[in-house]
Structure formats: structure tokens, C-alpha cells
């Protein structure tokens, strides 16, 4: 039973934390704001944008996208009134933002200045900002012919890298060009010169922020273009930045390892979440229960929280505009999220009998192992958990560079340097840390502070009430890390592994493979090859292609690749950079070995204590478009 006290208090505090989804306006448009463009960017046309049935009715979306985690990336003001760098047209302009693949949204109750999906108004020590919230990262579009399919949680195409590198550019050029400065400032204030200094410091630091978090490894910059971001690095650098105030240049790693933003489905319902699990939604610690609210909070430290690792005088933790009421309202909201089913009212039809020979190819070939063989996960069941399946890099032979580096990187400690790393007073921080500890501490610590622009009484008992719905309001009680088909929670070598996931709803989430690297589902059934063999003819997955389009392919499962000579400015993906490999997980052509499993599913060890494994015999094409048919059915 539940001690009392801590009953009264959620009770008290529910009203203060209760998801008041109606704060989008009493009417809403049933098209949730979407904004249909017309030949956009990249020869991509919507006259109408619809949604499919995932549990979230059209207020709920608009909650998901409008309401903020506490993430300060620029003054609101600036961000909104900013011009491009050529010519006067905003920014903020639907034309450009979609260029770097946002969602455009008309004006609405809570978004009257119609900024794309997940971008946000925050306020914070009596200050405006423009923010990011899940959603800026985490809703896709799909579009086909005419039509605009939004999914609530799935992947975006967004370039975060590129349309922050233009930003910075147009902050330069506002601030050098008087002319495009006044009349920025006129629509800002009546106190050009307070407008005047804000630019300054706004471009000095964006700049600095750039120039720390270039994706170089070696001689390359290895760019992420569309779809793709090193979320992992960047938040890594900022907690590293933090720690070293005022030295963030000299502290810092490449983030060069992007990966495909995940889709959010099942998210509260698994044990763990990341592309390498490196955080679990509960270890069964006391720490361990609050799983869901630490990734959060890791997450919005990332993205642009105003925060400092110093300790506070006459409080506890550190001071954050993380909004961890909103961060636990935001988790519960996924909760009730599903996959989108295949619209057939959109897309071509499924071949239901080419789905069923699919589907006997799908368990002949034992996928289920690794994406849930559990006969009680269902996508609309509430109370549907997933324990995740982890393969170890070296045996998928996927690109190893993003599990490597969340391992291997290491950081100055900065104002940690002599501080206690957990519980154990006798383990402390040396001058130098791996970064993966540092951001657990720091998290830590701005949970356990209290929101500062709320009263003492108030900000306690909603932190009372976070802490109270993070205990005993995960879905996920324990979680133990099934790599290879055992349990591994050794560090770091557990780390050094990829997820499987359950694959309802992967019809709407390409590029595949963790870090995007393969266009479509028909290429993921298809071997990596040279460049001499594709060049013979030999069916292949592509070496280079192009990100960007919308477009859906309802054949191969993928999106539409656009000419690169008729639209120059559209990202070729190579495979052949660092970071960018599309090797690996080919157990349908023969290439990737499959560990043994006995009747428990649990590996099998040869006598000298290796994996006992097999080659399984490459799939015909029949087999082939047979099981893509059937993954459009999941």
C-alpha cells in the first residue's frame, strides 16, 4: 500500500499538474493547423493533410506540439521577428522553415505566431524564449500523392544542424547590416540598443554552440542532413560546457555519430528506450524508478534548458528551467500513443495474401526474437510492455560509431571535479570523467531542485507530485539487459550493442537502420556491397541517395528520391563517409550470422564458452516483396 502521505499529496498537487489539453483553444481544426504547401523545396505538394487513428484525438496533438519543456534556445522575440539572411522575409517563413523539413502550422490558440511543430514559447526568470519541445524532433510527414500524413511521434526529416548553421547566419547578418537591423529591432522594442546588445550575446553564443558541436571525425565533416541528428554528442558537449564555464571550447567531443530520430510509440513501455539503451526506464534502484523523468531531463539539458552545475547555497540540486511537471505530463502522454496502421484509404491497397506468405518468411526466419515475440504485446493494448532485445555491434556488423562513442567519450569535470559520483561517498569524480556519468549526476541534481520561478510551497509540492507519478507511475517495474539473448548489465560492454524494437507502425519511419543508411524496406532485405558490384548489377542496398523528399514509396516501403541535378540543394547520403556505414543486419541474404537459441530462448554456447550460431540461407525476391507486404501490415 501506498503510505498515506503520499497519497494526500498527489491528490493535492493533481489539480497544479492536470493535462489541461483544452488549453488549445474549445474548437480546433480538424487538420490539427497543418499547413498544406504547394511545391515546396523539394518538388513535395500536400492540398490537404490528414491524420491517422493513433489514440490521440486532435487536441492532444496540439498539446503535444505546444506545450514546453523548459528549453531556452533563443529570446522569443529576436527568433520571431529575425529576417533570413538574404532579403526581409522572417525566418520563421513557412517556405524556409519547411525547407529544413519542419512541419508548418498555421496560427492557433496557443501558437499565434504559427511557429512549426515543437517550436515553442517558454518563460522563464521573466524571460521569453523560443524552445524546442519532443515534438519538434518527433512527428513525421509522409506525403502521397496530394495528400499530407502526419504521425504523431514518428520521426521527423528535419535538419537541426543545417537550419541552426542558417540561423546563425542570419543573426550575423542582422547584426552587420544597420538597415536589417532597425528594422528587426523596431518590430522588437522601442529600445533598439537593449535589442542591439541581445543580438550580440545571442549570436556570440549560437556561434560558440556551432562551432563546438561540428560533426567532424578526422579529416571529414561528416554532415547529418535530413532525418538525422547526434542528439547523444550535443547533449554530451553541453553538459561538458557547463561544467567548464566560460572553457566550452576547450571541452568538448565531435558529435559525429548521428542516428535516425526514433519514433515514440511504446516508449513509456519499454525497458529501454535509446538506440543502445543507454538509459533504462527503471534498474529497480530507488534512482532506477525514476528512469522516464531522468532520460527527460537529460534530454531537455540538450536541448537548450537554461541551467548551471554550481551548487546552490540555500537549495538542493541545480538550478534548471527544466519544466519537470511537463516533462512527467509529456510522458504519461505517450503513454496512451499507438502505431499508425497502413491507410488504404491513402495508399495502395496491402496483398493480403502476399502479406500472409510474408508473414510465414518473417518467422521462418526467427525476426521475431529480437522485435518481440511476445504474443501478449498488441499496439492498442494499454498495458502492453516491451523487453527489448539488444545485438552486440560486433556480431550485427551495423556502424559501431554511435555506440562507441557514448562509451568511450570522456570530458574535464570541471565544478564536479571532487564531488561524490552517487551514493558512495568514496567514489568521487577525478579531473576527468567518462561524459555518460557526469550527465547522470546532472540530471540528477536538477530533478531534486525546485522550480525557481515558482514560490517555495508550490514548486515543492510539485516536485512532491513529479516524483510521486515517476515512482509509482511507470509502466516498466524492472529492467534487466537482454544482450545477445542473455542478460548483460556489465559496463561498458552492454553498451556496446544495438535495439531491436517491435515493428508496428516501421512502414512510416524511414530511412532504416539506426543511422539512416538505408532508403527502404525492400533495400533492408538486400546485401551491402562495393561500389564495383553495384556498378555489375548486383541487387544491392545503394551506396548514395538522396534525403529529403516526402514523397512515400508504397512499394519498396520508403521515401521517393529526388534528382540531385534538377535539386542541387537536396542531401546525398554516402555510405562510404565515417558514421555512415549501411552494412550489417543482413540475415536474410546470408552475411550475418544468427545466434542459437534453445526452447527458452536463451543463446547457446559452444564448449569453448563462444556463441553457437548459423547463417541462415539467402531469401529469394519472391520472399522478398512477400516480406515487405507483411511489414506494411504491422
Same mark, same amino acid.
Given at each position: 500500500?501506498?503510505?498515506?502521505?503520499?497519497?494526500?499529496?498527489?491528490?493535492?498537487?493533481?489539480?497544479?499538474?492536470?493535462?489541461?489539453?483544452?488549453?488549445?483553444? @474549445? @474548437?480546433?481544426?480538424?487538420?490539427?493547423?497543418?499547413?498544406?504547401?504547394?511545391?515546396?523545396?523539394?518538388?513535395?505538394?500536400?492540398?490537404?493533410?490528414?491524420?491517422?487513428?493513433?489514440?490521440?484525438?486532435?487536441?492532444? !496533438?496540439?498539446?503535444?506540439?505546444?506545450?514546453?519543456?523548459? !528549453?531556452?534556445?533563443?529570446?522569443?522575440?529576436?527568433?520571431?521577428?529575425?529576417?533570413?539572411?538574404?532579403?526581409?522575409?522572417?525566418?520563421?517563413?513557412?517556405?524556409?522553415?519547411?525547407?529544413?523539413?519542419?512541419?508548418?502550422?498555421?496560427?492557433?490558440?496557443?501558437?499565434?505566431?504559427?511557429?512549426?511543430?515543437?517550436?515553442?514559447?517558454?518563460?522563464?526568470?521573466?524571460?521569453?524564449?523560443?524552445?524546442?519541445?519532443?515534438?519538434?524532433?518527433?512527428?513525421?510527414?509522409?506525403?502521397?500523392?496530394?495528400?499530407?500524413?502526419?504521425?504523431?511521434?514518428?520521426?521527423?526529416?528535419?535538419?537541426?544542424?543545417?537550419? &541552426?548553421?542558417?540561423?546563425?547566419?542570419?543573426?550575423?547578418?542582422?547584426?552587420?547590416?544597420?538597415?536589417?537591423?532597425?528594422?528587426?529591432?523596431?518590430?522588437?522594442?522601442?529600445?533598439?540598443?537593449?535589442?542591439?546588445?541581445?543580438?550580440?550575446?545571442?549570436?556570440?553564443?549560437?556561434?560558440?554552440?556551432?562551432?563546438?558541436?561540428?560533426?567532424?571525425?578526422? !579529416?571529414?565533416?561528416?554532415?547529418?542532413?535530413?532525418?538525422?541528428?547526434?542528439?547523444?554528442?550535443?547533449?554530451?558537449?553541453?553538459?561538458?560546457?557547463?561544467?567548464?564555464?566560460?572553457?566550452?571550447?576547450?571541452?568538448?567531443?565531435?558529435?559525429?555519430?548521428?542516428?535516425?530520430?526514433?519514433?515514440?510509440?511504446?516508449?513509456?513501455?519499454?525497458?529501454?528506450?535509446?538506440?543502445?539503451?543507454?538509459?533504462?526506464?527503471?534498474?529497480?534502484?530507488?534512482?532506477?524508478?525514476?528512469?522516464?523523468?531522468?532520460?527527460?531531463?537529460?534530454?531537455?539539458?540538450?536541448?537548450?534548458?537554461?541551467?548551471?552545475?554550481?551548487?546552490?547555497?540555500?537549495?538542493?540540486?541545480?538550478?534548471?528551467?527544466?519544466?519537470?511537471?511537463?516533462?512527467?505530463?509529456?510522458?504519461?502522454?505517450?503513454?496512451?500513443?499507438?502505431?499508425?496502421?497502413?491507410?488504404?484509404?491513402?495508399?495502395?491497397?496491402?496483398?493480403?495474401?502476399?502479406?500472409?506468405?510474408?508473414?510465414?518468411?518473417?518467422?521462418?526466419?526467427?525476426?521475431?526474437?529480437?522485435?518481440?515475440?511476445?504474443?501478449?504485446?498488441?499496439?492498442?493494448?494499454?498495458?502492453?510492455?516491451?523487453?527489448?532485445?539488444?545485438?552486440?555491434?560486433?556480431?550485427?556488423?551495423?556502424?559501431?560509431?554511435?555506440?562507441?562513442?557514448?562509451?568511450?567519450?570522456?570530458?574535464?569535470?570541471?565544478?564536479?571535479?571532487?564531488?561524490?559520483?552517487?551514493?558512495?561517498?568514496?567514489?568521487?569524480?577525478?579531473?576527468?570523467?567518462?561524459?555518460?556519468?557526469?550527465?547522470?549526476?546532472?540530471?540528477?541534481?536538477?530533478?531534486?531542485?525546485?522550480?525557481?520561478?515558482?514560490?517555495?510551497?508550490?514548486?515543492?509540492?510539485?516536485?512532491?507530485?513529479?516524483?510521486?507519478?515517476?515512482?509509482?507511475?511507470?509502466?516498466?517495474?524492472?529492467?534487466?539487459?537482454?544482450?545477445?539473448?542473455?542478460?548483460?548489465?556489465?559496463?561498458?560492454?552492454?553498451?556496446?550493442?544495438?535495439?531491436?524494437?517491435?515493428?508496428?507502425?516501421?512502414?512510416?519511419?524511414?530511412?532504416?537502420?539506426?543511422?539512416? !543508411?538505408?532508403?527502404? &524496406?525492400?533495400?533492408?532485405?538486400?546485401?551491402?556491397?562495393?561500389?564495383?558490384?553495384?556498378?555489375?548489377?548486383?541487387?544491392?542496398?545503394?551506396?548514395?541517395?538522396?534525403?529529403?523528399?516526402?514523397?512515400?514509396?508504397?512499394?519498396?516501403?520508403?521515401?521517393?528520391?529526388?534528382?540531385?541535378?534538377?535539386?542541387?540543394?537536396?542531401?546525398?547520403?554516402?555510405?562510404?563517409?565515417?558514421?555512415?556505414?549501411?552494412?550489417?543486419?543482413?540475415?536474410?541474404?546470408?552475411?550475418?550470422?544468427?545466434?542459437?537459441?534453445?526452447?527458452?530462448?536463451?543463446?547457446?554456447?559452444?564448449?569453448?564458452?563462444?556463441?553457437?550460431?548459423?547463417?541462415?540461407?539467402?531469401?529469394?525476391?519472391?520472399?522478398?516483396?512477400?516480406?515487405?507486404?507483411?511489414?506494411?501490415?504491422?
Amino acid at each position: 500500500m501506498k503510505p498515506i502521505y503520499i497519497i494526500a499529496a498527489a491528490v493535492i498537487t493533481s489539480t497544479l499538474a492536470s493535462c489541461t489539453y483544452t488549453s488549445q483553444g @474549445v @474548437v480546433v481544426s480538424k487538420d490539427r493547423y497543418a499547413e498544406a504547401l504547394q511545391k515546396d523545396h523539394f518538388g513535395d505538394s500536400a492540398e490537404k493533410t490528414v491524420y491517422l487513428d493513433q489514440n490521440w484525438d486532435r487536441w492532444d !496533438s496540439l498539446w503535444f506540439y505546444n506545450t514546453t519543456q523548459g !528549453s531556452n534556445f533563443l529570446p522569443y522575440d529576436i527568433f520571431v521577428n529575425l529576417e533570413q539572411k538574404d532579403g526581409q522575409v522572417l525566418f520563421k517563413d513557412s517556405g524556409n522553415m519547411s525547407k529544413y523539413r519542419y512541419l508548418t502550422q498555421r496560427d492557433s490558440w496557443d501558437n499565434p505566431d504559427g511557429l512549426p511543430v515543437g517550436f515553442v514559447k517558454d518563460s522563464y526568470q521573466g524571460n521569453d524564449y523560443i524552445g524546442f519541445t519532443c515534438a519538434a524532433c518527433h512527428t513525421g510527414q509522409i506525403n502521397y500523392k496530394g495528400t499530407g500524413i502526419r504521425i504523431d511521434g514518428g520521426p521527423a526529416l528535419a535538419d537541426m544542424d543545417g537550419m &541552426l548553421l542558417a540561423l546563425e547566419a542570419a543573426l550575423l547578418a542582422t547584426q552587420n547590416d544597420e538597415e536589417k537591423f532597425q528594422r528587426m529591432a523596431t518590430r522588437v522594442s522601442n529600445d533598439h540598443e537593449v535589442v542591439r546588445q541581445d543580438l550580440i550575446a545571442t549570436t556570440e553564443r549560437l556561434a560558440l554552440y556551432n562551432k563546438v558541436n561540428r560533426p567532424t571525425n578526422g !579529416s571529414h565533416t561528416v554532415n547529418y542532413g535530413y532525418g538525422r541528428l547526434d542528439a547523444f554528442g550535443r547533449i554530451y558537449n553541453r553538459v561538458l560546457g557547463h561544467l567548464t564555464p566560460g572553457d566550452e571550447i576547450n571541452n568538448f567531443n565531435p558529435p559525429n555519430a548521428p542516428v535516425s530520430y526514433p519514433y515514440l510509440w511504446d516508449t513509456p513501455q519499454h525497458d529501454f528506450v535509446q538506440w543502445n539503451g543507454v538509459a533504462d526506464n527503471n534498474d529497480g534502484s530507488l534512482a532506477g524508478f525514476l528512469g522516464p523523468l531522468g532520460r527527460n531531463t537529460g534530454e531537455v539539458l540538450g536541448v537548450f534548458a537554461t541551467f548551471s552545475l554550481e551548487k546552490q547555497k540555500k537549495h538542493l540540486g541545480y538550478k534548471a528551467s527544466a519544466d519537470k511537471r511537463n516533462l512527467v505530463r509529456l510522458e504519461k502522454h505517450l503513454v496512451e500513443l499507438e502505431s499508425p496502421l497502413w491507410p488504404e484509404d491513402i495508399l495502395p491497397k496491402i496483398d493480403r495474401q502476399l502479406a500472409h506468405e510474408g508473414e510465414a518468411v518473417y518467422k521462418a526466419y526467427k525476426c521475431q526474437l529480437c522485435h518481440s515475440d511476445d504474443d501478449e504485446f498488441i499496439r492498442n493494448n494499454p498495458k502492453r510492455l516491451v523487453t527489448a532485445q539488444f545485438a552486440s555491434v560486433d556480431i550485427i556488423g551495423t556502424d559501431k560509431q554511435m555506440a562507441s562513442n557514448a562509451i568511450e567519450y570522456k570530458g574535464k569535470t570541471g565544478l564536479f571535479n571532487g564531488e561524490i559520483i552517487g551514493l558512495d561517498p568514496r567514489e568521487k569524480f577525478g579531473e576527468e570523467t567518462p561524459v555518460v556519468t557526469a550527465l547522470t549526476k546532472a540530471a540528477q541534481g536538477v530533478i531534486i531542485a525546485r522550480d525557481p520561478d515558482k514560490s517555495w510551497l508550490r514548486g515543492r509540492a510539485e516536485w512532491l507530485y513529479d516524483i510521486v507519478i515517476a515512482l509509482f507511475d511507470n509502466p516498466v517495474k524492472k529492467s534487466e539487459r537482454h544482450v545477445d539473448f542473455e542478460i548483460n548489465d556489465a559496463f561498458p560492454s552492454s553498451l556496446n550493442a544495438y535495439k531491436a524494437r517491435p515493428l508496428n507502425g516501421i512502414w512510416a519511419t524511414a530511412p532504416y537502420l539506426h543511422n539512416g !543508411s538505408v532508403p527502404s &524496406l525492400y533495400e533492408m532485405l538486400l546485401p551491402s556491397c562495393s561500389d564495383a558490384e553495384i556498378a555489375a548489377g548486383n541487387p544491392c542496398r545503394p551506396n548514395r541517395f538522396t534525403v529529403a523528399s516526402r514523397e512515400m514509396d508504397p512499394k519498396k516501403v520508403g521515401l521517393e528520391q529526388r534528382d540531385i541535378s534538377e535539386y542541387p540543394s537536396i542531401f546525398e547520403f554516402d555510405t562510404s563517409l565515417p558514421g555512415n556505414s549501411n552494412a550489417g543486419h543482413e540475415y536474410a541474404v546470408g552475411k550475418t550470422v544468427v545466434i542459437k537459441v534453445d526452447a527458452d530462448g536463451r543463446a547457446i554456447r559452444n564448449a569453448d564458452g563462444s556463441f553457437a550460431t548459423e547463417t541462415l540461407p539467402p531469401i529469394n525476391d519472391e520472399q522478398r516483396w512477400a516480406l515487405v507486404e507483411y511489414l506494411k501490415t504491422l
